[in-house]
T-cell receptor
C-alpha cells in the first residue's frame, strides 16, 4: 500500500517562530488532508489539499502532487498550536485515508 | 451543524463483555468511516460505508468486530467479546462524495 512519511518526527519551537512540516507519499493521490490532533485528542481538519496552495490565517499548505509531497507552514506559532500534526492521503479511486505517523509539535512560551 | 457525534465518549469494560460504539455522521454526508488509534499502530481505518453500504472492511481486526449502518444518520461498531488489546480510541468520520473527512471526538475504550 501507499507509504506516508512525515518529517521531522518531533519539533520544539519558541512562541512566535515559524515552521515547516513535510509529508512525502509514495504514490499518486486523489485526496490529501492535514489534521491537528490537540492535547485533548480531537482531530481537527486543517486542509483538504490534493494539489496547489491554500491559506487559513497563520497556516498554509502546499501540495506538489507530481513530486509527491506536501508542506504545512505555521507562522508566528502560538502555544495553542502544540499537538500532533497528521498528513493523510487517499490513493487511487477509493476513499481510504492512510495516515502518516504524525509530527509532534511543542510550542514553548 | 453539530459535527460528527460519537457516544459514549469513554467506555470501561471487562474482558469478555460486549461493547457497542455509536456514531451520527454530519447530515447529508454519504460516506462514513470507523478508525482506531493506538500508540503502537497509529491511526488505522477499520471499515467504511458509502450510502449505508459497507465498501471496505479489510481493516477490521477479526470476527469479534462488526459494524452496521442501518440508515444514513446512524452507525454502530460492536466488539464481542472484548479483549484488553482492543483498548484504543475509536473515531468515526464522515464526508461528502469522499472528499474532506470530518472526525468525531472519539470514544476512549478501556478493556480490563
Amino acid at each position: 500500500g501507499i507509504q506516508v512519511e512525515q518529517s521531522p518526527p518531533d519539533l520544539i519551537l519558541q512562541e512566535g517562530a515559524n515552521s515547516t512540516l513535510r509529508c512525502n507519499f509514495s504514490d499518486s493521490v486523489n485526496n490529501l488532508q492535514w489534521f491537528h490532533q490537540n492535547p485533548w485528542g480531537q482531530l481537527i481538519n486543517l486542509f483538504y489539499i490534493p494539489s496547489g496552495t491554500k491559506q487559513n490565517g497563520r497556516l498554509s499548505a502546499t501540495t506538489v502532487a507530481t513530486e509527491r509531497y506536501s508542506l504545512l507552514y505555521i507562522s508566528s506559532s502560538q502555544t495553542t498550536d502544540s499537538g500532533v500534526y497528521f498528513c493523510a492521503v487517499v490513493p487511487g479511486a477509493n476513499s481510504k485515508l492512510t495516515f502518516g505517523k504524525g509530527i509532534t509539535l511543542s510550542v514553548r512560551p | 451543524d453539530a459535527g460528527v457525534i460519537q457516544s459514549p465518549r469513554h467506555e470501561v469494560t471487562e474482558m469478555g463483555q460486549e461493547v457497542t460504539l455509536r456514531c451520527k455522521p454530519i447530515s447529508g454526508h454519504d460516506y462514513l468511516f470507523w478508525y482506531r488509534q493506538t500508540m503502537m499502530r497509529g491511526l488505522e481505518l477499520l471499515i467504511y460505508f458509502n450510502n449505508n453500504v459497507p465498501i471496505d472492511d479489510s481493516g477490521m481486526p477479526e470476527d469479534r468486530f462488526s459494524a452496521k449502518m442501518p440508515n444514513a444518520s446512524f452507525s454502530t461498531l460492536k466488539i464481542q467479546p472484548s479483549e484488553p488489546r482492543d483498548s484504543a480510541v475509536y473515531f468515526c468520520a464522515s464526508s461528502f462524495l469522499g472528499n474532506t473527512q470530518y472526525f468525531g471526538p472519539g470514544t476512549r475504550l478501556t478493556v480490563l
